[in-house]
């Protein structure tokens, strides 16, 4: 297995006490107070290059999905290390190339693209647009012609495979809102054909994510490579191969394949195409680079059940209450002490409020610090303001310090735009 140390992450014990890399997280929190996200720029780097190592033998591009997470001190450094970015808004667009992500290597996907976001993406010169359906592709010949551009093209299309992953994280089914349907692809793509500001190149799929089993990306690409023939056979030119993202990671013992396995599988069917390959991961690549770190407020006990309350909510990390997400809960200090079935919950005003439930771990106390792990991948990003909770600050640990990637957010930045109507003055 030595290949799945690539893969580890960073958060390690040393003499009891966790540390990220070569840094104490408690010397962390003392100095930036806590909850905080804390991630390792050495682990994104090995995760990147993990990826870029598998699939060295053809033309590739990894694109990394920025949903997962946007901070753009994260982004400037995948960007260094030749990582592109899959966006889905203007925002995230912009995001990208305030981190000087070139725009050459930015695919833009979504099932609701405005045509300022389509202007935006246009000016910047992006690879390549992802397109889900056959107005959106019309929309996107008359932005371009108003640019007096081409715009570049990949349709999106749904292989129809089940990733057997959460209902919420599937996006390749037939009932799926995302994608051209397969039958339907041929007419999208002669429709693309026909439009003088449509510069028809590539062809996209993504299936789901959190995919633990790499079946369901070999049933997927070999469909793909099926309409690639079809379209060829047609006249139609693939030279961009977009196989999505979705390799899952480990919460809880999974054991997802590692992306040299997944290039084993894929690059017999991808390498015959003689196309570019583009790879959109995201939580493989920052999920298990990042924890949230939080402290125990207060304890308590019902008669139903033990609760451990602490200064971390829901909308900080809002993956338990959404998915059922599971997320391993350890203590940053290690004492002896006997093992707790507990419900780890939040300051908020709501019973969903939780990071763990019925959860076997050490009994806590408090002002003790917990680290939720896995907590780098749609976690931030995800995060809200709810019950007027400035979100926390993100820090990156880069070999032996530590810096301040985005500040923790003030009750003044929370009310930022907010006027009082002269009437109520
Ligand atoms: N490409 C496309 C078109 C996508 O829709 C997604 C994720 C990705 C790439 C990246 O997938 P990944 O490699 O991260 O699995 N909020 C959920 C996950 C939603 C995923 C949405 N699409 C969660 O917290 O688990």
Redesign the pocket.
Known sequence: MGYRKEFMNDFLYKKNRLYCGKVDIESIARAVGTPFYLYSAHTLKRHLSAYQNAFSSVPHLI?Y?M??NANIALLRLLGKEGGGA?I?SGGELNRALRAEIDPAKIVF??VGKTREEMREALRAGILLF?VESKQELIVLNEVAKSLRVKAPVAM?VNPEVNPKT?P??S?GLKKSK?VIEHAQALSHYQLAARLANIDVLGI?S?I????TDVKPFVEAVRKVSGLIQSLRAEGITIRYW?I?????IEYNGELPPMPLELAKNLLPILKESGCTVIL????????NAGILVTRVLYTKETEAKKFVVVDAGMNDL??PS??G?YHKIVPVVKKRRQNQIVDVVGPICESGDFLAQDRAMPQAAPEELLAVMSAG???F??SSNYNARPRPPEILVHEESYSVIRERESVNDLIRGEKIPSYLQ
């Not at 789901?208 to 995919?211: F, K, R």
């Not at 999505?244 to 899952?248: C, E, S, T």
């Not at 959109?280 to 999920?287: L, N």
């Open positions: 694109a999905a949903k997962a899959d889905l996907a979504g992802n999106r959460h919420y994280l996006t995302f996209h993504h789901g994510s959190q995919l977009d999505g993202g979705g390799l899952g959109e991961p995201g939580r493989s690549i920052v999920g809002i993956r959404l998915y997400a991948a749609y976690s990003s995800m």
